[in-house]
């Protein structure tokens, strides 16, 4: 599944009863996906299992906010991010994403866990969807991608943490 997807700009909605689920392995590529998972995204399980988690990521969406998601989760901590996600099919939809590690019986990380909730509309329309474009002008005022992507990180952690909060303590802030 390498078909690049065109974003449609017309925005779907869940259920707010509803929890997407996925889980990955190291690599990121989808070990397990729930009913939810399938149907807002647009494929069938067999279609996602083994295929990367990026395949759902929008264009949209800024390089900084998965940098700070995998450094976290590789260092074995949870993260809590809003993401804008793209369905098969063009169309976007936003979660409120909590991600987590996975351990084995040895206590060594083995893959990584996602829930998914509806999020706080007001939220992303007011402040999350300004501000994932600013990072992304950041990332692409950049000739060189490593340096935009860190430059767009930086201004990423200096905004969460611009009143000594902690990431976490920003985002449900928010």
């Given at each position: 599944?390498?078909?690049?997807i065109i ?8 259920d ?15 070990t ?31 390089r900084?906010?998965f ?13 809590f ?59 692409s ?30 985002v449900?802030?928010?």
């Amino acid at each position: 599944m390498t078909k690049a997807i065109i974003p449609t700009q017309r925005e779907i909605f869940f259920d707010p009863d509803s929890l997407i689920v996925s889980k990955t392995d190291l690599k990121g590529r989808l070990t397990y996906t729930n009913r939810a998972f399938c149907e807002i995204a647009g494929y069938t399980e067999i279609e996602l299992l083994g295929q990367p988690h990026s395949l759902i990521r929008h264009p949209d969406m800024p390089r900084a906010v998965f940098k700070l998601l995998w450094d976290a989760i590789q260092d074995g901590r949870e993260v809590f991010a809003y993401v804008k996600n793209i369905a098969r099919n063009g169309d976007h939809y936003w979660v409120f994403a909590h991600v987590t590690p996975s351990y084995d019986r040895n206590l060594q990380v083995c893959g990584f866990h996602s829930n998914r909730r509806v999020p706080k509309r007001d939220v992303v329309e007011r402040i999350i969807t300004p501000f994932y474009a600013e990072l992304s002008r950041i990332e692409s005022s950049f000739r060189n991608a490593k340096e935009g992507l860190a430059a767009s990180h930086g201004h990423l952690m200096k905004t969460a943490t611009a009143n000594k909060a902690s990431y976490d303590e920003f985002v449900f802030s928010l």
